[in-house]
């Protein structure tokens, strides 16, 4: 995208972005995004191409410094070491704003290490200052550096080491890690809780959260005729596991002239007898069609036109045609409204405790998000017995882990289509409801909730149905918000919460979201909380980094709002804002750095399982690294 302005219109416009977004120096803005080829060319028609193809014309902006010398002031200057070498990342603004271009040079024990452009970061027509468009490079570990303005300014600063948090606790002698041998659907996911609790009675409970969702189902399709105007979309009734697989539609010539046009069912198949006109032919329109077969009691199916086509083509004979709800998942996994289970950890959970809550994939498609909660899940409690660390943690806390908050998108992911990011249920009038529009269908969880929500008016979610980051038609009008916020409503000890997600390696809290009139957020924290969040997170950060060397960016650490866009309606905003709970977000699945091209590349959703498996691991350790926060945790 050529800038800020064109993604602001991309969320705007209810577009699937990931949480992947990288501005380029050039100021243009590349994100990751899961689109159709409809969808596509509606981006193009928004200032969007794909990568690769000729960038669209930039928006003009007037890069001349305001007039005088500028005023550069360094936010933050740090360096980071990796499994990949040194990198430099540093936070400037000036009071020319955007209009400044700021340089940064870099010194390091043997000298001048070297230098590279910032760029201007715009949210909302806000400036928000200059940053690198990811870390740089450094052949050593930078020491000094000097900003410098076309406007004249001037600021020096030295390059403090990333994260500098408190280092992870050491564990004992025979410590235990890596129980993860595979990507795992809902259903395995929730045996193995089962089995936890099965292993360690004593030290865990099982909820079964009070909302049932939707289920992995839906009703029985089949699409007749000709598209757009000779066609007609039959649904039925009942589920399609429900019986709704078992119908079947034809429409027959009768073949004598002036025949009325009849519906008629046996058994399972519907027949349309289509009117005639006095030569015999047919002559009953898709819209004649949809009306007599609504118009007859008893029929176990309805129908519709073809999306917004009046439905004026006229109908042709069709043998029959079976219905089918087109789920591809074995017969063994369950169509049925499905339980959402939570596993409780800790010696004493009788909400004595300060608790901790983690929960993943509200987005179908992260399928390594659940992995964190499993591991970190498995560590606590085989290594409760032999690691007086581990132990600490399970007698101070009181843990609530959900491995999976939408296991009916999940399914449909692993089965059907696994770009999936939203539950199954389908709100979308007749019109959007043909079933090749079904990837289309259902509500993004993490927009559903009731603080800083779409239906507030605050910005970052959509009210098409057809949308990736569609809110639904309520607050909360989703079970799987709904299992959520009962767990902080029911277990008033909670303080704490993590919600996993992937991709792009972010580390993010409160506020998420923003009006974009003005780009009024969500009330900030306090600056003592802020200082909380922030110090934590450097802590948990450095239990990452220890795992493999994974160092999440300082840019993409902080408030959503800040670091990546608004998200109108997440949870963490609810927890925090309602309930007093720190929140925050984990996007697991950092870019990894290819030394040959010497750029940064994405990891995607489902990664090759070395890579997921690599992403638990980490994760899980910064997840049990914010459980040692809690223990340690002493309400003012």
């Given amino acids: 995208m050529p800038d800020r302005a064109v993604m602001e219109r991309l969320v705007a416009s209810g577009a699937d972005l990931t949480e992947r977004v990288r501005p380029q120096p050039d100021g243009s803005v590349q994100v990751d995004a899961v689109v159709t ?26 890069s001349r410094p305001a007039p005088g010398r500028d005023q550069v002031v360094i936010e933050r200057a740090v ?6 070498g040194y990198f430099l990342s540093v936070e400037a603004s000036s009071s020319a704003a955007q209009a400044a271009t700021l340089t940064v040079e870099w010194r390091g024990k043997r000298g001048t290490a070297g230098r590279a452009e910032m760029v201007a970061y715009v949210d909302a027509g806000a400036y928000l200052g200059h940053q690198f468009s990811t870390p740089v490079p450094a052949d050593q570990q930078p020491q000094k550096i000097t900003v410098t303005s076309t406007g004249g300014g001037r600021a020096d600063a030295r390059v403090r080491e990333w994260p500098d948090g408190e280092r992870p606790g050491k564990h004992g002698r025979g410590y235990q890690k890596d129980f993860i041998t595979q990507y795992m659907p809902p259903a395995q996911l929730n045996e193995r809780i089962k089995t936890l609790h099965r292993q360690f009675p004593e030290l865990t409970d099982i909820i079964t959260l009070p909302y049932r969702t939707n289920g992995y189902r839906r009703h029985a399709q089949a699409l007749i005729g000709t598209v757009p105007d000779k066609a007609i979309v039959i649904t039925s009734n009942a589920y399609g596991s429900e019986g709704g697989n078992d119908l079947s539609v034809e429409l027959v010539a009768p073949g004598t002239p002036g025949s009325p046009l009849r519906v008629s069912l046996d058994g399972k198949l519907v027949t349309v007898s289509l009117a005639t006109n006095d030569a015999g032919e047919p002559v009953s329109t898709a819209a004649e069609v949809v009306a007599a077969i609504n118009a007859t009691p008893g029929l ?21 045609v079976q219905l089918d709800d087109f789920l591809s998942a074995p017969a063994d996994v369950s169509r049925k409204p499905a339980e959402v289970l939570a596993l409780r950890i800790g010696t004493r959970r009788d909400g004595s405790r300060t608790g901790v809550l983690a929960y993943a994939q509200e987005h179908a498609r ?26 600490r943690l399970l007698e101070r806390t009181d843990i609530f882990i959900v491995p999976t908050v939408n296991p009916d998108g999940a399914n449909y992911s692993f089965y059907d289509f696994n770009s999936q990011r939203k539950n199954m249920t389908n709100h979308c009038p007749p019109e959007q409801s043909d079933p ?27 009210g098409n149905c057809q949308s990736g980051t569609y ?21 008033r000890n909670i303080k704490f919460a993590m919600n996993v997600h992937s991709y792009g390696g972010y580390f993010m809290w409160p506020p998420g979201a923003y009006k974009a009139d003005g780009r009024l957020t969500l009330p900030r924290p306090t600056p003592k909380e802020e200082k909380f969040f922030e ?14 060397g994974t160092v999440i960016w300082p840019q993409q650490t902080g408030p959503v709002t800040d670091v990546l866009y608004s998200a109108a309606g997440n949870s ?65």
């Fill in 79 to 84: 360096w980071y070491k990796s499994r990949d």
């Fill in 37 to 62: 080829p409809t969808q596509l060319a509606e981006f193009r028609t928004l200032g969007a191409a794909p990568a690769g193809e000729a960038s669209p014309a930039r928006t003009h902006k007037d």
């Fill in 535 to 548: 110090r934590s997170s450097e802590t948990i950060l450095k239990a990452i980094a220890a795992e493999r």
């Fill in 300 to 320: 176990p199916l309805k129908a519709s036109r073809y999306r917004t086509d009046p439905g004026a083509g006229v109908m042709a004979p069709t043998p029959p």
């Fill in 572 to 636: 963490a905003d609810e927890l925090w804002y309602d309930h007093g709970i720190y929140g925050w977000d984990f996007e697991v699945g950092a870019d990894l750095w290819n030394a040959e091209t010497r750029s940064w590349q994405g990891v995607g959703f489902q990664p090759p399982f070395e890579e997921g498996h690599a992403e638990a691991m980490e994760f899980a350790a910064g997840l049990i690294s914010l459980i040692g926060i809690a223990a340690d945790y002493r309400e003012p």
């Fill in 436 to 462: 090749a529009l079904r990837n289309q269908w259902g509500v993004d969880v993490n927009r559903n909730y009731a603080v800083g929500s779409h239906h507030d008016g605050y910005f970052g979610a959509s």
């Fill in 366 to 391: 992260e399928w390594v998000t659940p992995l964190v909660t499993i591991e970190a899940a498995e560590r606590l409690l085989r290594n409760y017995a032999g690691d007086k660390a581990t132990r």
């Fill in 471 to 491: 809110a639904g038609p309520a607050e909360h009008s989703e079970p799987e918000s709904r299992n959520v916020i009962w767990l902080a409503e029911r277990f």
